[in-house]
């Protein structure tokens, strides 16, 4: 028998995933995706993935930056939450943290190669067109102790981005 809850109409079912930006002096680590049928798959982004079965938002992202680049890292701050609307009847939740580089040596996955960006260069970079933003709401985020919220909708492949918090 299927859970009631599922079976509510207009009900909002996601897919829920973590991304991590971590940050050494003026730059940030990114992974270049190389999987061909990956999201954004020869752009840089932040180190993340999706939350397995029985995994928290946290649990989720120490899991994912440790496949992914190798890092132990135990502390993140939870800098923002995305829902993300696209054509489907399932929507993307993101949990977007920060870190600092811990040090200790990287180590690039098949998932893709490592490397660190200046702060500055990341709006002219290959990046996933949210990374700028993200980046900026990461600042904010840490100078005001909020967790900021965001919603983005995807209609004809064009995004729109609606800030609410």
Request: aromatic share 8%.
């Amino acid at each position: 028998m299927e859970n009631p809850i599922y079976n509510r109409p207009n009900t909002f079912t996601v897919i829920p995933r973590v991304l991590a930006f971590i940050e050494k002096n003026d730059e940030i680590l990114m992974i270049e995706r190389s999987k061909k049928n990956a999201f954004a798959y020869k752009q840089l982004n932040g180190i993340g993935g999706h939350i397995e079965k029985g995994e928290d938002p946290l649990s989720a992202v120490r899991r994912e930056v440790k496949e992914e680049c190798g890092l132990e890292i135990t502390e993140f701050s939870l800098n923002a939450v995305i829902f993300i609307n696209v054509e489907t009847e399932k929507g993307v939740c993101v949990f977007v943290f920060s870190a600092r580089y811990p040090g200790g040596e990287l180590r690039s996955s098949n998932e893709g190669g490592l490397i660190w960006v200046k702060k500055n260069d990341v709006i002219n970079g290959n990046v996933v067109k949210d990374v700028p933003l993200l980046l900026d709401i990461i600042e904010e985020s840490q100078n005001d102790g909020q967790v900021k919220y965001l919603q983005y909708t995807y209609t004809d492949k064009e995004l729109t981005i609606t800030r609410i918090v």
